[in-house]
């Protein structure tokens, strides 16, 4: 006999009306709360200035068009004030390295979508190896992460009328050779997993139906969607399938035209990836095997065939140590290219391998509290572009050659190509790493940046920035258009290195999983009460920025330390952590929050739901919630409906806005994206400066 388990009671939700995306009523609600917001903030000459600095700089002639290299060209997409929506364009390296490169238009995406009465969003291109003369083009008709596949000849710049095109939905596609492709469509809700993403791997033959394409693996319903990878390297070419299990965890198998379907046995949470003769694997945590043991955070290498005959013999390329972990790798036709951050600041090694051990060497250099960053041109050299950024240094964009003997003992010559633009005077600001102690005692490092004179009376504007999820981190990078809206207005910038983030590995991403979610908080709200006592910044002058996750960062801010901040932007969020799991892909993060629809989960869960922890007796900063009706990710329902109830509360200066189009992003455009930043900038001054 069974006993079956009590289920968490759904708490009564007057606005679940607002998460239908695309519901009249929902939508009306959506138009009005955005045009008054737009009232509040939008109408000025004031905004108009700030948004007309920041399109003119997201639209500077100058800005670096950065590149990749398909055999004798390299291809660019540019946007710009004459294509809001974007060029994708090609060039010659020699034409490429020169001052004012000749382009030749691929697809001009404005015109294609006038001639189609679709506002394309380009999503990117996948060219075919080795002749590059083909590709399978994604865009996405609202800027969500649904996007349409279509087939493009790259010689003549047309689309293949009777090629691989399948319609806009969740559907992935890569290239096996120019007549097999390995698609995974969305063919109905059974093909679809619980978190939206395509279940089934096919491989489908150039001129047959999509539905006769052979089955290759599915994936269970609750699983997070199906794997399929093809390496395309001459001579090494693989083909992978898999189930992702959730977030975090995965099954891969080699697809063996004898053997059928071969194990990668790797442990479920290492990433892996494969570089000719090589299998890397990333290990999320301490793997025993052969007798040694590895620790979370290293980056193993082994002669691929050997691995999957059953040997365990391992180069270890990288070990973390107390303050660094690996960043990510890129290849060149000899060598691999590390990224190490130590402190949330990083450095490059270039790894060859050699019988016995691979040889190691530093590469490039970068100012202090800088980041530095170099990936391989393509697979057949050994050239390589590496780019050097900081919160107040435009990036510089470099080429060089790996060689060997002398040249690599020496270090390894660079040119700089391009240098992006300046978009405000930065020998005025300067730029601090400080740590602070948690409420568990742990040290977590923040950046500020502020003017030179910044006088330490607690009265300065100061914007705290944070995410802290899905192990990713956020290093340095040039503040650009953060200059007109916020520092040449006076404001200070600060980036939070909080726990559930990457900087420090997997164990500062595993740290705040789940049920010790409220550490992240605690990190975030550490930052906020060190700079008070610092008197960088007040409570009053003092606002809190994140989106997606670091939606649901702020949005608890908000509930849990409303005393701490003076105003609060909530972009693209989660909110409603009960019922995020229902709400467009928020099933496949389970492995991230926990699952509200277990008890025991839901009991630690419900501490860090913002929607759940609003109190109509307490007093809370101002707050605006920005989203868009395309984000077919997180989905508007959460934003909306937070808005909503804080409204009815009777809890003033709640604002919403709402983007039709961006998905995700929220803007589809360069002129959306300084709409959007003006209005945050207004709205932050609003109420951080005119006091």
């Excluded at 898999?242 to 035209?257: A, C, M, N, P």
């Excluded at 190490?340 to 990083?346: L, P, R």
């Excluded at 290093?475 to 040449?488: F, H, M, N």
Aim: aromatic share 12%; net charge negative; proline share 5%.
């Amino acid at each position: 006999m069974s006993i079956e388990k009590p289920q968490p009671q759904e708490i009564a939700d007057d606005f679940i009306w607002l998460e239908e995306i695309k519901g009249e009523v929902a939508v009306d609600w959506a138009s009005q709360q955005s045009q008054q917001t737009r009232r509040e903030f939008a109408d000025s000459d004031r905004f108009e200035a700030i948004r007309g600095d920041v399109l003119d700089c997201l639209n500077s002639p100058t800005q670096i068009p950065m590149v990749y290299k398909c055999r004798d060209y390299f291809y660019n997409f540019w946007q710009d004030e004459k294509n809001p929506r974007g060029l994708l364009r090609r060039t010659s390296f020699d034409s490429y390295r020169s001052d004012a490169p000749e382009w030749e238009s691929v697809l001009d995406i404005d015109a294609l979508g006038a001639k189609e009465g679709i506002d394309w969003v380009y999503y990117g291109i996948q060219t075919l190896t080795p002749d590059y003369d083909r590709g399978l083009l994604h865009l996405s008709p609202d800027g969500g992460d649904a996007s349409a596949i279509r087939e493009f000849d790259l010689t003549t710049c047309t689309f293949v009328e009777d090629g691989f095109n399948l319609p806009a939905a969740k559907s992935r596609m890569t290239w096996i050779d120019r007549d097999r492709v390995l698609v995974a469509p969305d063919l109905g809700p059974d093909s679809m997993t619980t978190s939206g993403y395509p279940r089934i791997a096919k491989i489908w033959q150039r001129g047959t139906p999509i539905e006769s394409a052979e089955t290759q693996f599915t994936t269970e319903k609750t699983d997070m969607s199906v794997i399929m990878v093809h390496d395309n390297t001459p001579g090494f070419e693989r083909n992978f399938v898999g189930r992702t299990i959730d977030f975090y965890h995965r099954e891969v198998f080699l697809l063996d035209e004898q053997q059928g379907l071969l194990p990668v046995a790797i442990p479920q949470d290492a990433r892996f990836g494969t570089w000719k003769q090589w299998l890397l694997i990333f290990l999320s945590s301490e793997w025993t095997v052969a007798g040694e043991t590895y620790p979370s955070g290293t980056l193993l290498a082994a002669d691929f065939n050997e691995f999957m005959a059953g040997t365990r013999q391992f180069t270890t390329l990288f070990t973390p140590q107390a303050t660094t972990t690996l960043s990510n790798y890129s290849m060149t036709r000899d060598y691999l290219i590390l990224s190490i951050m130590d402190d949330v600041v990083n450095r490059l090694e270039v790894l060859k391998p050699q019988v016995g051990n691979w040889s190691r060497q530093g590469l490039g250099d970068a100012p202090e509290l800088s980041k530095i960053s170099a990936s391989g041109i393509d697979e057949e050299t050994n050239e390589f572009f590496m780019t050097v950024t900081g919160f107040l240094q435009p990036t510089s964009l470099y080429y060089g050659v790996l060689g060997d003997g002398d040249q690599a003992e020496q270090g390894t010559q660079v040119e700089i190509l391009k240098q992006a633009p300046s978009h405000f005077e930065a020998s005025h600001y300067q730029v601090a790493q400080h740590f602070v102690t948690s409420d568990d005692g742990t040290r977590v490092p923040y950046f500020v940046i502020s003017r030179n004179d910044i006088e330490l009376d607690g009265t300065n504007p100061t914007l705290l920035y944070g995410y802290g999820g899905f192990q990713i981190s956020l290093d340095p990078y040039y503040l650009g258009v953060a200059g007109p809206s916020w520092l040449e207005r006076g404001g200070v910038m600060v980036i939070a290195n909080i726990r559930g983030g990457g900087e420090y590995g997997p164990r500062w991403h595993q740290a705040a999983l789940k049920e010790q979610r409220l550490r992240a908080y605690e990190d975030f709200s550490s930052v906020a009460k060190d700079l008070i006592a610092r008197k960088i910044t007040s409570p009053a002058h003092l606002a809190a920025q994140g989106g997606s996750n670091g939606g649901l960062l702020v949005g608890n801010m908000l509930t849990l330390y409303p005393e701490l901040f003076g105003a609060i932007v909530c972009e693209v969020p989660l909110l409603d952590m009960q019922r995020y799991t229902q709400i467009s892909a928020g099933a496949s993060w389970i492995a991230e929050y926990g699952d509200p629809q277990k008890p025991e989960e839901w009991e630690y869960i419900q501490k860090f739901s913002p929607y759940h922890n609003i109190d109509a007796l307490k007093t809370y900063p101002p707050v605006l919630f920005t989203t868009a009706t395309s984000d077919d990710r997180v989905g508007p329902g959460h934003a909306r409906k937070m808005a909503a109830k804080m409204q009815q509360l009777g809890i003033e200066n709640v604002y919403f806005y709402e983007n039709t189009e961006g998905g995700h992003s929220a803007a589809a455009d360069k002129a959306q994206g300084a709409f959007k930043r003006a209005l945050v900038s207004e709205f932050l001054w609003s109420y951080l400066a005119e006091k």
